[in-house]
């Protein structure tokens, strides 16, 4: 599994070309997560456990997100 940091997730999640496309819910439920969990990442109020951001990732790497941000992150490099 390619492993991404806390900050690259962030910023995919919140980045404004990105963010209307997204279902942050429907993520948070693949995911097993509680509702607001990446609304709360996104505004810096919580962090995410190590578990979390496991299946965080893994989520975002099941549904061929993580193309996508490595290519956005190439884009804004």
Same mark, same amino acid.
């Given at each position: ?11 995919? +999640? *919140? &980045?404004?070309?990105?963010?209307? !496309? ?25 962090? +995410? *456990? &190590?578990?979390?951001?496991?299946? !965080? ?21």
């Amino acid at each position: 599994m390619k492993y991404y940091d806390r900050q690259a997730i962030r910023a995919f +999640l *919140s &980045d404004p070309r990105v963010r209307p !496309l997204l279902s942050w819910r429907g993520i948070e439920k693949a995911a097993g997560l509680n509702p607001y969990t990446i609304k709360n990442l996104v505004r810096q109020d919580k962090a +995410l *456990s &190590d578990q979390e951001h496991e299946r !965080l990732t893994e989520t975002l790497v099941m549904l061929g997100i993580d193309y996508w941000a490595e290519s956005l992150a190439k884009q804004n490099a």
